[in-house]
């Protein structure tokens, strides 16, 4: 009892030091975008997330204010909620020192830190996927179709879906679960398996309606297809993992076959682990930094890996000890070193940042390149753009054009104005007669794209700048003035 009490106090204080850690880290490109739809009103949009992160970083910028801290406010609760219910769900698997390791495993993986202090799809999905596999469990124990449990189940395989649509993992999982065994396969003909089925479909069919109106963006950026590269995939596995973890989840795993666990009331944790394991191998490389969403299954993989460490007899004591302190010792270490990756800098380091990356370059960028450069120079950037705007004639003579979303919702944010940053795929329609100030981080442009240059009537290299951080180069801007932009004629 005593242990957990501590273990209580501990996510207390981890969760006061994740809220003083979230204003040092500017916004990332997909928390930009939730703030970009809060301000503009696109409360029911489907791009890159669903209206779920919106909605919550809205309330908590209703809390603490527009700037990262307000943002970013429930991260930090979110991650302590996903706490609790992997403590519940493996306390009521198996006991409440099992739950207790669980919940330090998790906290010091490199990916779970990540998402407390970041406000992303996998924010969310580490609370709510914890939290239907929890009651799912309860609802098999009650043996009841129509139990309660199966609604709140339903509502929180929604809620995924509404955060990071359309959460294909979370659905694969629940099936699997059903799947296992003669024993719950009677479920899958009941009406809370219905319940479940029918609240992921009802957001689903919204999401390809939405698709469908915007002209599928989903197959334009080419998320739907698997990366099948091996190597990549196990990188960033061990850099969200860190690689004894990650070694360990493997023989955890391999130990759960040859006892059976598949088969013994014990089974949830691996069968929420491996499909969703399996599909975020090969769809998790798709998602931006720093969303981690498809690495919920490592919530599971660290309860099982504190089960078969518990109960494992071929290690005496001291070695379980000392594999214990030394796994968790380098796992914190690397989230230290994720979360604010200026530290090698202040030791000496050489820390390189490569371009974007091509298909012969993925393997030199995993390794070289600054995994939080997406964080980082952001607000310089939207000081040097507002810079040339001032000096051009400010906000209302010219509309700002970015040459990606990324870049697009980060000016927006970081500027401040009223009027939205544009970006290629926006209606500029009712823009017709107006100068846009474009700005890209490519460093071969010579203006904007192809489909807008003869919208224009002339274009001029107006700045070129390079935003420096801890004396590195993190962004590379160039900024044209694209003079009286005609709308195509329809």
């Given at each position: 009892m005593q242990r957990q009490r501590f273990l209580l106090a501990a996510l207390g204080l981890l969760t006061l030091w994740r809220w003083a850690l979230l204003p040092?880290?500017?916004?990332?490109?997909?928390?930009?975008?939730?703030?970009?739809?809060?301000?503009?009103?696109?409360?029911g949009s489907f791009f890159e997330m669903g209206p779920l992160v919106p909605l919550v970083a809205r309330l908590g910028m209703l809390i603490g204010g527009g700037?990262?801290?307000?943002?970013?406010?429930?991260?930090?609760?979110?991650?302590?909620?996903?706490?609790?219910?992997?403590?519940r769900l493996a306390r009521e698997l198996f006991d409440e020192q099992i739950a207790g390791w669980a919940v330090v495993i998790v906290n010091v993986l490199p990916a779970f830190n990540l998402a407390a202090v970041t406000l992303t799809p996998g924010t969310i999905a580490c609370v709510l996927?914890?939290?239907?596999?929890?009651?799912v469990r309860r609802a098999l124990v009650k043996g009841d179709a129509l139990n309660r449990a199966w609604w709140w189940a339903s509502a929180c395989v929604a809620g995924t879906a509404l955060a990071q649509p359309p959460a294909l993992a979370t659905m694969a999982a629940v099936v699997c679960v059903f799947g296992l065994s003669k024993r719950l396969r009677h479920h899958l003909n009941g009406s809370g398996f219905r319940a479940v089925l029918a609240a992921w479909s009802v957001v689903v069919l919204c999401w390809v309606i939405w698709q469908g109106v915007h002209g599928w963006p989903v197959f334009v950026a080419g998320h739907w297809l698997p990366e099948w590269r091996v190597i990549p995939n196990v990188l960033r596995w061990i850099v969200l993992a860190?690689?004894?973890?990650?070694?360990?989840?493997?023989?955890?795993?391999?130990?759960?076959?040859?006892?059976?666990?598949?088969?013994?009331?014990?089974?949830?944790?691996?069968?929420?682990?491996?499909?969703?394991?399996a599909l975020d191998f090969f769809y998790g490389p798709h998602e931006g930094w720093p969303?981690?969403?498809?690495?919920?299954?490592?919530?599971?993989?660290?309860?099982?890996?504190?089960?078969?460490s518990t109960v494992a007899r071929t290690a005496v004591i001291e070695q379980k000890i000392s594999l214990r302190t030394v796994t968790i010792v380098l796992a914190a270490l690397q989230s230290a070193f994720l979360l604010q990756t200026d530290l090698p800098r202040t030791l000496g380091l050489a820390w390189r940042f490569s371009d974007k990356p091509g298909a012969?370059?993925?393997?030199?960028?995993a390794l070289s390149a600054d995994p939080s450069k997406s964080m980082r120079g952001w607000r310089e950037s939207a000081g040097v753009v507002s810079a040339v705007l001032k000096q051009a004639g400010g906000e209302g003579v010219w509309f700002v054009l970015a040459g990606d979303w990324r870049l697009a919702v980060e000016l927006d944010h970081y500027l401040g104005g009223t009027e939205a940053v544009q970006f290629a795929a926006s209606d500029l329609r009712s823009f017709a007669g107006r100068s846009?100030?474009?700005?890209?981080?490519?460093?071969?442009?010579?203006?904007?794209?192809?489909?807008?240059?003869n919208r224009f009537q002339r274009m001029e290299l107006l700045s070129v700048a390079r935003v420096m951080h801890a004396g590195n180069e993190v962004r590379w801007l160039k900024i044209f003035a694209c003079h009286d932009y005609r709308a195509p004629d329809f």
């Open positions: 040092t880290l500017e916004l990332a490109p997909g928390e930009a975008l939730a703030v970009f739809c809060v301000k503009h009103g696109l409360w700037g990262e801290f307000g943002v970013r406010f429930f991260a930090p609760l979110l991650a302590l909620a996903a706490s609790l219910m992997v403590w996927v914890p939290a239907a596999a929890l009651c860190s690689p004894l973890l990650l070694g360990l989840f493997v023989l955890a795993v391999r130990a759960g076959f040859r006892s059976g666990m598949l088969e013994s009331q014990r089974s949830l944790p691996m069968a929420m682990l491996l499909p969703l394991a969303d981690t969403g498809g690495v919920v299954w490592m919530l599971f993989g660290a309860m099982l890996l504190a089960h078969r012969e370059t993925d393997y030199t960028h846009a100030l474009f700005v890209t981080e490519e460093r071969a442009a010579s203006g904007v794209s192809d489909s807008l240059k």
